[in-house]
């Protein structure tokens, strides 16, 4: 899936997935590392939205008040 196209929801799914997978033990050790890569890169852009997310809303109750 492409970053553009990629929502907050669908990211937190595939962390969670991920999240289960390595709890598990269903992760082969040759793929953990691209795992936690990828895991740290939606990590990364989980927070980003959440920021922009707060800082749209701060600035809409700035305007209002």
Not at 11 to 40: S, Y
């Amino acid at each position: 899936m492409k970053e553009k196209e990629l929502t907050y929801e669908a990211a937190m799914e595939r962390l969670e997935k991920q999240a289960r997978e390595m709890e598990n033990g269903d992760v082969a050790i040759d793929q953990l590392a691209v795992k936690l890569k990828d895991a740290q890169q939606l990590l990364q852009f989980c927070k980003d939205k959440l920021t922009k997310a707060d800082e749209e809303v701060r600035k809409l109750l700035d305007e209002q008040g």
